[in-house]
């Protein structure tokens, strides 16, 4: 059964930083293909930047510059690096992990950006 959990979120001011961490356990492929979403209050979820199994990395234009994701491959984790912060960044942010054909979520963390 796979597994995927985030930690690492919280507050930070505007121009903070924060790092995410997502770990996934039971996949039948390892590395996965490994992806982070966000969503905001009222609004739908939206992608953030993703890590392929080569770890190939793709970000949203809104996040790009300010973002990284990057891969432990001993701890089968991925990171989310998150600097210049902006209150518009407020949100609850989804690990998300491609296995065998299915996708499987975490439960999500929350990020507050605010003075």
């Known amino acids: 059964q796979v597994q995927v959990v985030e930690s690492g979120g919280g507050w930070a001011q505007p121009g903070g930083s924060l790092r995410l961490s997502c770990v996934a356990s039971?996949?039948?492929?390892?590395?996965?293909?490994m992806a982070w979403y966000r969503q905001a209050p009222g609004l739908q979820r939206e992608l953030v930047a993703t890590?392929?199994?080569?770890?190939?990395?793709n970000y949203a234009d809104f996040v790009r510059g300010r973002i990284t994701v990057s891969r432990d491959r001993a701890k089968n984790t991925i990171y989310l690096q998150m600097n210049l912060l902006k209150p518009e960044d407020t949100a609850v942010y989804y690990c998300n992990v491609e296995d065998y054909g299915e996708n499987y979520w975490g439960s999500g963390i929350l990020v507050t950006v605010s003075s």
């Open positions: 039971g996949t039948v492929f390892s590395p996965s293909n």
């Open positions: 890590i392929t199994s080569s770890d190939m990395t």
